[in-house]
């Protein structure tokens, strides 16, 4: 009688080769995600001063080139230009999870692609539905279905919680499709006017990286002037220039040729993933997170549909979409929940991910290009995010005592050889 197939282990144990590349991201991340979480601060207090004027000004000041179409206020720089370097270290990291990540076989995407999906489905599905009860605009649909990594495990940082790695990975994953999902949502539905000369040349410019690429043509000075001449054509093409980030990063190789260190991605990855999180998201966010919070301000929040349509996205449409995903996929695949882990530490993680900021905000300025009508917006991303964080923090803390054993079981290091005794078989050799 031949055997029941097995199942295979959902949040189970990572292999080493793999946790070491999701540790140095979530390293990355978490520090950028605490200067993130500084430079909020910093704009809600600037924008709430005696001072906000002089906020406004700065936000609103414009320079650039403008024979080249590029006359553009800090804010916009820092939206359409900074957070394109974001968007092309996620297009390394999603590349990478494609290649020789966990979205590389079916088996190991099924799950996280699913979680995603429904994350981002039910939160847009939640905003319509509130939305169209008020009598509000459709147009915000988009803004409730993206996760921030960065300030999610900001907020992990400050509570002190020791989420095993596999855990961490699934979140990361999560954000990567999350950020792959509002990619094409930009691309499509936030694109008009199209200019189809810049954005042939911007295509024309893409061809000749991925050419580069595949000749292994090497040295910054061919790929930096490259893509800043691609960022530019897409700028004026009408489509928004966060796609240009994404497609240089896919088109970067990551795997490694024979005598080769680290592949260009990377390489790439290593050098902007510090500058992206450490200075181009908090920069956007300084220039992005300056609202009034004033009690008016919170009041039609709560009663405006849209910006309630937000809240009920990202706080309750995150958790039912990614928490049922989950459990549904578990339920009809042949994926067995880590015994060592409980429903309720991927119902804490699904709360976490209710942390839309980002690319929240990002979307909401394209969605509501009117100044009053973003604002309320930007409040609704805030105060849901803020109300996940609390929320994930109550959840994760209560599993606090399971999460620091796995922890410590993960990083056992008895014998100094810097792999931790858990990866080690009886002979020695790392798995």
């Known amino acids: 009688m031949a055997a029941a197939p097995s199942r295979s282990p959902f949040l189970g144990r990572l292999s080493w080769p793999e946790r070491q590349a999701v540790a140095e991201a979530l390293r990355t991340e978490t520090v950028g995600g605490l200067v993130l979480l500084a430079a909020a601060?910093?704009?809600l207090i600037w924008a709430n001063t005696p001072f906000s004027d002089t906020y406004a000004t700065l936000r609103d000041f414009h320079f650039g080139i403008p024979a080249l179409g590029l006359d553009l206020s800090?804010?916009?720089?820092?939206?359409?230009?900074?957070?394109?370097?974001?968007?092309?270290?996620?297009?390394?990291?999603?590349?990478?999870?494609?290649?020789?990540?966990?979205?590389?076989?079916?088996?190991?995407?099924?799950?996280?692609v699913i979680a995603a999906v429904c994350g981002m489905?039910?939160?847009?599905?939640?905003?319509?539905?509130?939305?169209?009860?008020?009598?509000?605009?459709?147009?915000?649909w988009a803004v409730p279905m993206a996760t921030d990594i960065a300030f999610a495990l900001a907020v992990l940082a400050v509570i002190s919680t020791?989420?095993?790695?596999?855990?961490?990975?699934?979140?990361?994953?999560?954000?990567?499709?999350?950020?792959?999902?509002?990619?094409?949502?930009?691309?499509?539905?936030?694109?008009?006017?199209?200019?189809?000369?810049?954005?042939?040349?911007?295509?024309a410019g893409l061809v000749v990286f991925y050419v580069l690429q595949r000749r292994r043509v090497q040295g910054w000075w061919w790929y930096v002037p490259l893509g800043v001449a691609i960022w530019a054509l897409m700028y004026n093409s009408g489509v928004h220039v966060t796609v240009a980030g994404v497609a240089m990063g896919l088109i970067l190789r990551t795997t490694r040729d024979k005598g080769e260190q680290r592949s260009p991605g990377a390489r790439t990855g290593h050098v902007l993933h510090p500058f992206s999180a450490g200075l181009c998201v908090p920069l956007f966010a300084l220039f992005a997170a300056g609202v009034s919070v004033s009690g008016e301000?919170?009041?039609?929040?709560?009663?405006?549909?849209?910006?309630?349509?937000?809240?009920?996205?990202?706080?309750?449409?995150?958790?039912?979409?990614?928490?049922?995903?989950?459990y549904l996929a578990v339920r009809f695949t042949r994926a067995q929940l880590n015994p060592d882990l409980a429903w309720a530490d991927v119902f804490g993680l699904a709360t976490l991910a209710g942390i839309g900021f980002t690319v929240a905000l990002l979307i909401g300025e394209l969605a509501f290009p009117?100044?009053?009508?973003?604002?309320?917006?930007?409040?609704?991303?805030?105060?849901?995010?803020?109300?996940?964080?609390?929320?994930?923090?109550?959840?994760?803390?209560?599993?606090?005592?399971?999460?620091q054993r796995l922890y410590e079981e993960e990083h056992a290091d008895e014998d100094g050889d810097d792999i931790p005794d858990v990866y080690q078989r009886a002979d020695g050799s790392s798995t």
């Open 41 to 43: 601060v910093v704009a």
């Open 74 to 112: 800090v804010g916009h720089w820092t939206s359409d230009g900074l957070l394109t370097v974001f968007f092309l270290v996620a297009g390394i990291e999603l590349k990478r999870e494609l290649v020789v990540g966990s979205l590389s076989t079916p088996s190991t995407a099924v799950l996280p």
């Open 121 to 140: 489905v039910v939160p847009a599905a939640l905003y319509a539905l509130t939305a169209a009860a008020g009598g509000g605009s459709l147009d915000g």
């Open 162 to 203: 020791h989420l095993p790695t596999a855990l961490r990975a699934f979140l990361l994953t999560l954000a990567v499709v999350d950020d792959l999902g509002a990619i094409l949502i930009i691309a499509v539905f936030f694109t008009s006017n199209i200019n189809f000369w810049a954005l042939a040349g911007a295509f």
């Open 297 to 326: 301000a919170l009041g039609q929040v709560f009663t405006n549909p849209e910006p309630l349509g937000v809240i009920v996205g990202l706080t309750c449409g995150k958790i039912l979409g990614i928490f049922v995903g989950t």
């Open 370 to 403: 009117d100044a009053a009508a973003g604002e309320h917006i930007k409040a609704a991303v805030l105060v849901a995010s803020l109300t996940a964080a609390l929320l994930a923090t109550v959840l994760l803390r209560r599993r606090n005592r399971v999460y």
